[in-house]
Protein backbone atom coordinates (compact mmCIF):
# COMPACT_ATOMS: atom_id res chain seq x y z
CA UNK A 1 0.00 0.00 0.00
CA UNK A 2 1.19 3.38 -1.24
CA UNK A 3 1.63 5.91 1.89
CA UNK A 4 2.35 9.46 1.72
CA UNK A 5 3.19 11.52 4.34
CA UNK A 6 4.02 15.37 4.70
CA UNK A 7 6.29 17.34 6.65
CA UNK A 8 7.43 21.17 7.32
CA UNK A 9 4.45 22.98 8.11
CA UNK A 10 4.24 25.44 10.89
CA UNK A 11 3.20 29.08 11.98
CA UNK A 12 5.09 31.90 9.93
CA UNK A 13 4.86 35.60 9.75
CA UNK A 14 3.78 37.27 6.52
CA UNK A 15 6.83 37.17 4.78
CA UNK A 16 8.45 34.06 5.85
CA UNK A 17 9.16 31.10 4.01
CA UNK A 18 8.85 27.54 4.64
CA UNK A 19 9.93 23.81 2.97
CA UNK A 20 6.93 21.69 3.34
CA UNK A 21 8.54 17.51 2.23
CA UNK A 22 6.25 14.26 1.48
CA UNK A 23 7.63 11.37 1.52
CA UNK A 24 6.36 7.99 -0.61
CA UNK A 25 6.88 4.50 0.30
CA UNK A 26 5.25 1.13 -0.57
CA UNK A 27 5.07 1.34 -4.33
CA UNK A 28 4.96 -2.62 -5.53
CA UNK A 29 3.12 -2.33 -9.10
CA UNK A 30 5.06 0.95 -10.14
CA UNK A 31 7.65 3.06 -8.49
CA UNK A 32 7.87 6.66 -7.60
CA UNK A 33 9.51 7.88 -10.38
CA UNK A 34 6.59 6.36 -12.68
CA UNK A 35 4.87 9.09 -11.26
CA UNK A 36 3.83 12.59 -11.31
CA UNK A 37 3.10 14.53 -8.15
CA UNK A 38 0.81 17.60 -7.04
CA UNK A 39 0.67 19.85 -4.16
CA UNK A 40 -3.16 20.69 -3.25
CA UNK A 41 -4.25 22.72 0.04
CA UNK A 42 -7.52 23.09 1.14
CA UNK A 43 -8.99 26.11 3.84
CA UNK A 44 -11.78 24.68 6.15
CA UNK A 45 -15.03 25.06 4.75
CA UNK A 46 -13.52 25.21 1.06
CA UNK A 47 -12.72 23.23 -1.27
CA UNK A 48 -9.08 21.67 -2.66
CA UNK A 49 -7.21 23.89 -4.39
CA UNK A 50 -4.69 22.84 -6.69
CA UNK A 51 -1.80 24.97 -6.72
CA UNK A 52 1.16 22.74 -8.37
CA UNK A 53 2.34 19.78 -9.92
CA UNK A 54 5.57 17.82 -11.20
CA UNK A 55 6.07 15.35 -13.85
CA UNK A 56 7.63 11.85 -12.97
CA UNK A 57 11.40 12.89 -14.26
CA UNK A 58 11.06 16.37 -12.54
CA UNK A 59 11.92 18.27 -15.77
CA UNK A 60 8.00 19.73 -16.34
CA UNK A 61 6.50 22.23 -13.35
CA UNK A 62 3.05 23.83 -12.83
CA UNK A 63 1.65 26.32 -10.60
CA UNK A 64 -1.34 27.97 -9.99
CA UNK A 65 -1.28 31.53 -10.38
CA UNK A 66 -1.73 32.62 -6.88
CA UNK A 67 1.31 31.23 -6.16
CA UNK A 68 3.59 31.58 -9.42
CA UNK A 69 6.97 33.30 -8.66
CA UNK A 70 7.03 32.50 -4.59
CA UNK A 71 6.62 28.73 -4.32
CA UNK A 72 8.56 26.23 -6.57
CA UNK A 73 7.91 21.91 -6.55
CA UNK A 74 11.06 19.69 -6.57
CA UNK A 75 11.46 15.83 -6.21
CA UNK A 76 14.02 13.59 -5.57
CA UNK A 77 13.22 10.18 -7.22
CA UNK A 78 16.15 8.91 -5.12
CA UNK A 79 14.66 9.57 -1.88
CA UNK A 80 11.06 9.46 -3.30
CA UNK A 81 10.05 12.57 -1.72
CA UNK A 82 8.50 15.57 -3.03
CA UNK A 83 9.24 19.03 -2.00
CA UNK A 84 7.11 22.53 -1.81
CA UNK A 85 9.53 25.81 -1.23
CA UNK A 86 7.39 28.57 -0.13
CA UNK A 87 8.50 31.35 -0.19
CA UNK A 88 7.13 35.54 0.81
CA UNK A 89 3.96 33.97 2.49
CA UNK A 90 0.87 35.77 2.73
CA UNK A 91 -2.24 34.53 5.22
CA UNK A 92 -4.49 33.73 2.43
CA UNK A 93 -1.56 30.85 1.74
CA UNK A 94 -3.01 29.60 5.13
CA UNK A 95 -4.64 26.17 4.48
CA UNK A 96 -3.87 22.43 5.26
CA UNK A 97 -1.50 21.30 2.29
CA UNK A 98 -1.65 18.11 0.73
CA UNK A 99 0.70 16.05 -1.47
CA UNK A 100 -0.86 13.75 -3.64
CA UNK A 101 0.25 11.25 -6.51
CA UNK A 102 -1.10 11.00 -9.87
CA UNK A 103 -2.13 7.38 -11.26
CA UNK A 104 0.48 8.18 -13.91
CA UNK A 105 3.62 10.09 -14.89
CA UNK A 106 2.03 13.40 -16.33
CA UNK A 107 -0.15 16.11 -14.14
CA UNK A 108 -3.16 18.02 -15.22
CA UNK A 109 -3.54 21.79 -14.22
CA UNK A 110 -5.66 23.68 -12.18
CA UNK A 111 -7.49 20.44 -11.78
CA UNK A 112 -7.08 17.97 -8.30
CA UNK A 113 -7.64 15.09 -10.65
CA UNK A 114 -6.33 11.30 -11.44
CA UNK A 115 -4.44 11.80 -8.00
CA UNK A 116 -4.66 8.59 -6.68
CA UNK A 117 -2.93 8.39 -3.37
CA UNK A 118 -2.91 11.40 -0.69
CA UNK A 119 -1.14 12.09 2.21
CA UNK A 120 -2.86 13.45 5.40
CA UNK A 121 -1.92 16.77 5.21
CA UNK A 122 0.42 19.39 7.05
CA UNK A 123 -1.07 22.59 8.11
CA UNK A 124 0.58 26.13 7.14
CA UNK A 125 -0.60 29.16 9.28
CA UNK A 126 0.67 32.40 8.28
CA UNK A 127 -0.19 35.61 10.58
CA UNK A 128 -0.34 38.94 9.52
Known amino acids: EVQVVESGGGLVHTGGSLRLSCAASGFTLSSFSDHAMSWVRQVPGEGLEWISAINSGGGSTSYADPVKGRFTVSRNNAKKTLYLQINNLKPEDTAKYYC??????????????????WGRGTQVTVSS
Open 100 to 117: AIYSGGIYYDSVPTDLAY
